[in-house]
């Protein structure tokens, strides 16, 4: 008889011993790509965290703020602003990737019916507009309070584009694609009433809307129709400077600032603040990392405990696989012996030992390699929570943060990485099943058998 047909007999006929052997393949199987997995994803991580998303520092004016006759704070208009020219020579400093300047207003339009807010009036009927750059690098949509769910972000090569809100759009009836015209407006309050201060409308702008997005988080606040978060359109530079609310060039909102390496992010604002051009008595400058800080310890100390748990599995599951076959092998001798009697070589009996573990192996792996998708997956989930980095590069400016890559994507193996998993532990059980044979090929025949007996 064929030495591969006596393994394929053997292993129909002795279930119970061929189950035990799959267990164990099976389970080492998924906790060593499971491992290895997230041990990839955590390299990956912290490599894009640093290269991808980077860090960044704000400048923007002091804000005047006063109390008026009836007790109430007021906030003044900045006198005080960033130009073009100052953006350049920061930008000249290196390492910053992106610039973000702000300006804000006002605005009305015949299309748009904007959400009432407090003491709403016809004359009150305007939205807040936030003109900038990179609308997917405004505070609401970096926060994740708001989400863009049709069309594009606004990015520096835009013209006449808006953003606006899903509950804006639905009581407007405007969609994606749609142009509207935008006048300026002057929001104040006045003995009580929400009035706008420009009467006589002079500039106009046509305006594309290339994309609607939606808040994450309601506004409980009474304010005035201006206030309300619904009501805020997103606008590239070139809105207000048509309506003449602002100057070309000339910023008085907040300027941000992108760098590609947040351990750099110290020095370079420590050379944005030696700059004579900005007076440091009127502007301030912030920084955020992005936890990144926070974020790599976490990643690094978890890469740790993933080696550690994959030298220790790798260790452990060896020896208990070998010990396994060892005892699996000791119940064996006697067949052993009776096939060494009858003229069947040590090579074919080690050959044949070898062809069932790796025949039940083979199975094992190719199911372990399904089952762990799901274990990785939910390992990801916990382990990395709310880690996922938002790349920040020009496809995310366009699609929007949300649109960055998918945690699964950094916890997927290649090709190449899983079967080089799958081709060591095809060694591990070789030499298992090798060192567990070696009182097959040290014995004699007579030996075995009297050792049986």
């Not at 030495?3 to 799959?22: A, H, P, W």
């Not at 009467?199 to 009474?222: H, P, R, W």
């Amino acid at each position: 008889m064929h030495f591969t047909r006596r393994v394929f007999l053997y292993i129909s006929r002795k279930r119970g011993k061929t189950i035990s052997l799959f267990l164990i393949i099976f389970i080492v199987a998924v906790f060593l790509v499971s491992c290895f997995s997230v041990l990839h994803a955590s390299e990956r991580l912290v490599e894009d965290i640093r290269t991808s998303i980077g860090a960044a520092f704000y400048i923007r004016a002091n804000t005047e703020v006063s109390m008026n006759e009836n007790g109430e704070t007021e906030v003044k208009k900045n006198k005080v602003h960033i130009t073009q020219k100052i953006v350049d020579e920061i930008m000249r400093i290196g390492e910053i990737k992106y610039c973000n300047p702000m300006n804000y207003g006002f605005a009305k339009s015949d299309a748009i019916h904007f959400i009432p807010g407090e003491k709403h009036t016809e004359e009150s009927d305007m939205g807040k507009v936030t003109a900038l750059r990179f609308s997917a690098l405004a505070p609401g949509f970096t926060d994740e309070t708001a989400v863009l769910t049709e069309g594009a972000h606004i990015t520096e090569t835009d013209g006449g584009k808006i953003l606006i809100s899903e509950q804006l759009a639905k009581a407007n009836q405007l969609s994606v694609g749609d142009t509207l015209t935008l006048t300026h407006a002057r929001f104040k309050e006045s003995d009580g009433a929400y009035i706008d201060e420009i009467s006589v409308k002079t500039a106009y702008v046509q305006v594309e809307v290339c994309g609607i997005y939606k808040l994450n988080k309601k506004d409980a606040a009474i304010k005035p129709t201006a206030g309300v978060a619904e009501n805020e359109i997103y606008a590239s530079l070139d809105v207000l400077n048509t309506l003449h609310e602002s100057e070309v060039g000339v910023y008085t909102g907040e300027v941000d600032f992108y760098i590609t390496d947040p351990a750099r992010l110290e020095s370079v604002t420590r050379n944005v603040r030696q700059m004579d051009s900005i007076d440091w008595t009127t502007h301030f400058i912030r920084t955020n990392d992005f936890q990144y800080s926070r974020m790599a310890d976490r990643l690094s100390s978890l890469g740790d405990l993933m080696k550690i748990l994959l030298l220790l599995v790798s260790v452990v599951s060896s020896a208990v696989l070998t010990l396994f076959l060892m005892m699996r092998m000791r119940g064996r001798m006697q067949e052993a012996g009776i096939l060494l009697s009858v003229g069947i070589s040590k090579r074919e009996i080690v050959a044949g030992f070898l062809l069932e573990v790796l025949s039940v192996a083979a199975l094992a792996w190719a199911l372990s390699h399904i089952v762990s998708l799901g274990v990785t997956s939910f390992l990801g989930r916990s382990l990395f929570g709310g880690l996922q980095p938002n790349l920040l590069n020009d496809e995310i400016l366009r699609a929007g943060m949300d649109g960055g890559i998918q945690m699964e994507q950094y916890l997927k193996l290649g090709g190449i990485e899983t079967l080089f998993i799958y081709a060591c532990q095809c060694v591990v059980v070789a030499v298992s099943t090798f060192v567990s044979s070696i009182a097959v090929v040290r014995l004699k025949p007579k030996d075995i058998l009297s050792k049986m007996s």
